[in-house]
């Protein structure tokens, strides 16, 4: 049975590490040539996929390990260049995997696109209008795009607001028609901006009014995702600290964030640290993803922590994440940049739901990591060290010079770029 539980991965070769994840997914020697640089994403694709190309600009992919989620293993694939992130990930899921590993579930693939109406002489009227005929509306956007109604997808529903109703300004006062639109498996941006826009005559002439903004909403919360962990305090404990005061301090440093807008900005930051590296890696639009979690951290009307943490009657650590998770397994990116292609097949995947919850998961184990640090050692302990690689390349280390370097800034506790340069002098010297 294979398992995402890898010891002593960190401190393979790349070519060894290659190799486990050739054996992981069976994986031919022309499926691991597309991690080469020259290969990761050919100049004619990406010429293609953008405007004014003139190069890429390659992340470092790594693998987040030791995921088990509903049972099941994962190795999942993070593209990014912040160190101690993937290190992070895999360490607290190694830890959640000994309580059990996550629990995630969904809401669907429910997507909404927005269409915008002015000028209203009757906005009650208009609004039940829209509303009565809800059957002819839902038709005809599935008549714009039936090979997504084919696949069990489509416009299901509709709902109708008026924003500004008391205004006399003829500019802030409109109605505003909500979509909700089965997306199945792709992220769907082009599929409900094409339905919303073959119906806006429509609604133009049940409304009277005006159609301005014909788009989808990244607000996608009715596309949620949630992983929830359980772990016993013995787990927690670590350099001199008993599971009971890092359990404790997890919790003070959660209601910190829930409390104060100033450090639940960073604190969900951290989070997104864990999600955004697979929404990248998969091909899929990360500004939307963000946009959308940090829009339901805020949707009590003040800007809260993503995450919740709690103690339960045994005494056990919860924690709980919830988002928007407007991502997809097919069309754009995700299909068209090799190692995007290739990363979903890392993680064997075979829904965008199941995707979602992947990513959730990746996101409460970040957020885990990094508030177990900040109440220990805190958490320039662990950055640090990783980060001391990078200074000793950014100060010409090179080959086997660069732990070597990097060794020695952190014992020396100086981890700065002009130490590193005067050392590299020294061991040319």
Same mark, same amino acid.
């Not at 300004?169 to 409109?174: F, G, L, N, V």
């Not at 209601?255 to 899929?284: C, L």
């Given at each position: 049975m294979k398992s995402s539980r890898i010891p002593g991965f960190y401190n393979k070769t790349v070519t060894e590490r290659t190799e486990i994840l050739k054996k992981w997914n069976d994986f031919s020697d022309e499926d691991i040539a597309v991690l080469s640089s020259e290969k990761s994403l050919p100049i004619d694709i990406a010429n293609n996929m953008i405007e004014n190309v003139v190069g890429t600009l390659p992340l470092p992919l790594g693998l987040g390990l030791n995921f088990l989620i509903n049972g099941k293993e994962y190795i999942v694939p993070m593209a990014i260049e912040e160190p101690s992130v993937?290190?992070?990930?895999?360490?607290?899921?190694?830890i959640i995997r000994g309580a059990g590993g996550f629990t995630t579930e969904s809401t669907g693939r429910v997507m909404i696109g927005q269409i915008q109406v002015v000028g209203c002489p009757d906005f009650q009227l208009a609004k039940e209008m829209l509303i009565n005929e809800k059957n002819k509306l839902v038709a005809a956007c599935n008549d714009a795009y039936p090979s997504i109604v084919a696949r069990g997808g489509g416009a299901k529903d509709l709902d109708v607001r008026i924003i500004n109703?008391?205004?006399?300004?003829?500019?802030?006062?409109?109605?505003?028609l909500h979509m909700y639109i089965d997306t199945c498996d792709a992220m769907g941006a082009n599929i409900i901006n094409t339905m919303v826009e073959s119906i806006a005559p429509l609604v133009e002439e049940l409304t009277?009014?005006?159609?301005?903004?014909? +788009?989808?909403?990244?607000?996608?919360?009715?596309? !949620?995702?949630?992983?929830?962990?359980?772990?016993?305090?013995? !787990? !927690?404990?670590?350099d001199g600290f008993t599971g009971e005061e890092v359990r404790d301090? +997890?919790?003070?440093?959660?209601?910190?964030?829930?409390?104060?807008?100033?450090?639940?900005?960073?604190?969900?930051?951290?989070?997104?640290?864990?999600?955004?590296?697979?929404?990248?890696?998969?091909?899929?639009?990360?500004?939307?993803?963000?946009?959308?979690?940090?829009?339901?951290?805020?949707?009590?009307?003040?800007?809260?922590?993503?995450?919740?943490?709690?103690?339960?009657?045994?005494?056990?650590?919860?924690?709980?994440?919830? !988002?928007?998770?407007?991502?997809g397994i097919v069309g754009g990116a995700t299909r068209v940049h090799p190692v995007a292609k290739l990363a979903l097949q890392i993680l064997e995947i075979d829904s965008a739901e199941e995707l979602a919850q992947v990513i959730i998961s990746v996101g409460l184990a970040q957020n885990l990591g990094a508030l177990k640090a900040l109440v220990t050692d805190g958490i320039q302990k662990g950055h640090m060290a990783l980060h001391s690689r990078s200074v000793a390349i950014a100060a010409g280390a090179a080959g086997e010079m660069i732990d070597m370097i990097a060794n020695k800034l952190v014992e020396e506790k100086e981890i700065r770029v002009g130490r590193a340069k005067e050392l590299v002098e020294q061991y040319i010297k």
């Open positions: 993937v290190a992070s990930a895999s360490y607290i899921a190694k109703e008391e205004s006399d300004s003829p500019y802030d006062k409109m109605l505003i009277k009014g005006k159609v301005y903004l014909r +788009i989808l909403s990244n607000y996608a919360d009715r596309s !949620l995702a949630k992983a929830t962990c359980v772990i016993p305090p013995k !787990l !927690l404990a670590s301090g +997890i919790v003070h440093a959660f209601e910190f964030a829930d409390s104060d807008p100033y450090r639940a900005v960073t604190h969900n930051k951290g989070i997104m640290n864990g999600i955004d590296p697979v929404v990248i890696a998969t091909g899929n639009d990360w500004r939307a993803v963000e946009a959308g979690a940090h829009a339901y951290a805020a949707r009590t009307g003040r800007y809260r922590s993503m995450t919740t943490w709690s103690v339960d009657e045994q005494g056990n650590l919860v924690g709980e994440l919830e !988002l928007p998770m407007s991502i």
